[in-house]
């Protein structure tokens, strides 16, 4: 195959591509900002022929096999979860950043701990330097 039809054929496979994803979009887009559209689609999802159907009763849960106790009803407490450990935010607002950018750098997937711990007008302060 020459380099033109190659280059042909990528093209109208993105053109495919592209009506396929912008057909998507409206039906989306339908759902989303029609409300008898998406009342319509909400009431099929939740009904009875629906991926989650919600039931009425108890004996409708009971014929569908699932529980109709509660958990803590059985005798077993559920077990806490224990609370993530805290660190001490700095005072200086120059150190809190500092700290932020450095587990930012090392283990950014729990840099939301210092921030979480950060006093209300040291973030206030540095979103007003940035604007």
Known sequence: M????????????????AVRERTENKAYNEILTNPDVLS????????PQG???????????????????????QG???????APPQQAAPTNSRDFWNGFS?????DPQ????????AQPNVVANKLFVAE
Do not use: C
């Open 76 to 82: 077993v407490a559920p077990q806490q979860m224990p």
């Open 110 to 117: 729990n840099a939301w701990r210092i921030l979480n711990q």
């Open 40 to 47: 319509d689609y909400t009431l099929k999802f939740f009904g």
């Open 2 to 17: 020459t380099w033109g039809h190659k280059a042909a054929h990528e093209l109208h496979a993105y053109a495919d591509f």
């Open 51 to 73: 991926p989650y159907p919600v039931y009425e009763s108890e004996s409708d849960l009971e014929t569908r096999g699932y529980p109709t106790q509660a958990f803590a009803a």
């Open 102 to 106: 450095n587990q930012m750098i090392s």
